[in-house]
């Protein structure tokens, strides 16, 4: 079984940068398929970003492109995502989900196993 535990979220300017934290047990985090995830209030949870299994492979929502980079430290068994220049329109509950199957990353369906979430509160 393999879990996930979030952090790094918090209530921030624009402009700011964060760094969210997605660490795994239960499993070695190079053979996942890791990929973030954010649902803003009232609205559907998103794809934001992920990495693939066993390679460096990465994808991002194209509103995010620039501005985020998912990244993997093996050694920690962690994924990050690091968030820079901030929006308003970033702020969400971030979710970090993970797969050992091969499919899609952008679809949430594809995971296996979620996080908790953790909130990003971005003020103008």
């Known amino acids: 079984q393999v879990q996930l535990l979030e952090s790094g979220g918090g209530l921030v300017q624009a402009g700011d940068s964060l760094r969210l934290s997605c660490k795994a047990s239960?499993?070695?985090?190079?053979?996942?398929?890791v990929g973030w995830f954010r649902q803003a209030p009232g609205k559907e949870r998103v794809f934001v970003a992920s990495?693939?299994?066993?390679?460096?492979?990465?994808i991002y929502e194209d509103a995010v492109k620039g501005r985020f980079t998912i990244s993997r430290d093996n050694a920690k068994n962690t994924v990050y995502l690091q968030m820079n220049t901030l929006k308003p329109e970033d702020t969400a509950v971030y979710y970090c989900?993970?797969?050992?199957?091969?499919?899609?990353?952008?679809?949430?369906?594809?995971?296996?196993?979620w996080g908790q979430g953790t909130q990003v509160t971005v003020s103008s």
């Open positions: 989900a993970a797969t050992l199957q091969n499919g899609v990353p952008e679809i949430s369906d594809y995971y296996e196993y």
């Open positions: 239960g499993s070695l985090v190079s053979g996942l398929t």
């Open positions: 990495i693939s299994r066993y390679t460096p492979t990465t």
